[in-house]
């Protein structure tokens, strides 16, 4: 029997696959048959309180206290994986997701993998098959990085990638049975800071993050792609409407950044980063504005990857990274409301672990997917590496659609 359970208070981040959805925007970490116990997201008000119950009229909120967990799923035999929530196995070094329009029924996701420049199409229930294949070069931190579906992809199918070759980092562009466009060349490239990620800013452009390509003055100098955030249209010209007119620089001060993201209502949006010297960083995207004013820090620098938004008056800002989901409790108007906690590290026995997490990407407002890079400095198991779905339970007047 499926075990569900209800946050009483704000958002906390967990892994899940097969969930009924339902009530205020929240990740559930339930998958089918399994359930885990997070790390509780702080609040000024109070704590969530994990409730066991059971389909109560009126779904009001559970009484007495939390059960035990059912059983935990068996490891991995092989590529074969038990886990409801893993929708893909034995890929290598998944550093790329974006996640396929639908409706939850059944889930699926690009997933491209960095150092052999794969992309494989996830589905829920299926094995995955193979939608493309980039040329990259796996210099250092490169390779393939990141993917965004075009912001009409429902009429163009088109589908963007950011890549390392032997020459530069650029922006592509390619279709299933396609061979890839160059959007976008001449990023700097260089021995490290090579990383780079896509995301649509919701009007019709692509925002761009690229890696100061080893060259820290480089994200300060206004003549260089490299260590930037950059809008440009689909055609890869400077989007109109950016700070200065016929730049594609949208803001400045990256080194080496994991993922890019917005909230479902088009007002907030954040970059992640991970310098070589100092701490990891997430900040919020404003036009123009330099990355120089972190809204959060990590001085145990865990690797931080793609992140996902969701707008409630209590919300999570989730992060991919090395140790688990980075859980940044945030308000509407943007700003950190307490410390981060990390859900999916595995350090009980009632939560489990997916080792490290490196992509990140929403499939619809009630569903994400994430990616797995355990082959690439991690302790891979047999099904590694994976592509993970993460739910968002609803219950009570969460996120609408974009």
């Not at 000024?44 to 909120?61: F, K, L, M, Y």
């Not at 001449?186 to 100061?212: C, E, F, Q, Y």
């Not at 859980?327 to 943007?334: A, C, L, Q, T």
């Amino acid at each position: 029997m499926r075990t569900r359970y209800r946050w009483s208070a704000p958002l906390a981040l967990l892994a899940c696959g097969g969930l009924v959805l339902s009530g205020c925007a929240r990740f559930d970490d339930t998958a089918a048959g399994q359930a885990f116990t997070p790390a509780p997201v702080p609040s000024p008000e109070s704590p969530p309180q994990v409730q066991e119950h059971g389909d109560s009229p009126g779904g009001g909120p559970p009484t007495g206290p939390a059960q035990a967990p059912p059983s935990p799923v068996p490891p991995p035999q092989g590529c074969k994986d038990f886990d409801k929530a893993v929708i893909a196995t034995c890929l290598d070094t998944v550093a790329a997701v974006a996640g396929l329009p639908g409706e939850g029924s059944a889930p699926a996701a690009l997933a491209g993998e960095r150092k052999t420049g794969r992309v494989m199409l996830a589905s829920s229930g299926h094995d995955a098959t193979s939608f493309a294949q980039l040329d990259v070069q796996a210099d250092g931190d490169g390779g393939l990085t990141s993917l965004a579906l075009s912001p009409s992809y429902v009429e163009d199918q088109l589908v963007f990638a950011y890549v390392t070759t032997a020459s530069d980092n650029r922006v592509v562009r390619f279709a299933k049975g396609q061979a890839p466009k160059p959007v976008l060349t001449g990023i700097p490239k260089g021995p490290t800071g090579n990383r780079g990620a896509l995301a649509s800013d919701g009007s019709g452009a692509l925002l761009v993050a690229t890696g100061d390509a080893g060259n820290p003055a480089a994200a300060a100098d206004p003549n260089s792609l490299a260590g930037k955030v950059l809008r440009i249209d689909v055609s890869g010209k400077p989007a109109s409407g950016n700070p200065t007119s016929g730049s594609a620089v949208y803001a400045s001060g990256l080194h080496s950044p994991g993922g890019i993201c917005r909230s479902s209502d088009g007002k907030r949006a954040w970059v992640t980063d991970h310098p070589a010297n100092g701490p990891d960083a997430v900040y919020r995207l404003q036009s123009g504005q330099p990355l120089n004013t972190p809204a959060w820090t990590w001085q145990d620098r865990p690797s931080l990857g793609g992140c996902v938004d969701f707008v409630d008056a209590n919300g999570i800002l989730g992060i991919a990274s090395s140790t688990g989901l980075q859980n940044v409790p945030v308000n509407k108007d943007g700003a950190v409301t307490g410390k981060p906690t990390v859900t999916l590290d595995g350090k009980s026995k009632a939560t489990t672990t997916y080792g490290r997490l490196s992509a990140m990407s929403m499939i619809n407002p009630q569903l994400a997917v994430a990616g797995t890079v355990n082959k690439d400095g991690g302790k891979p198991v047999s099904s590694d590496d994976r592509v993970v779905l993460i739910v968002v339970s609803d219950t009570g007047g969460g996120p609408g659609k974009d």
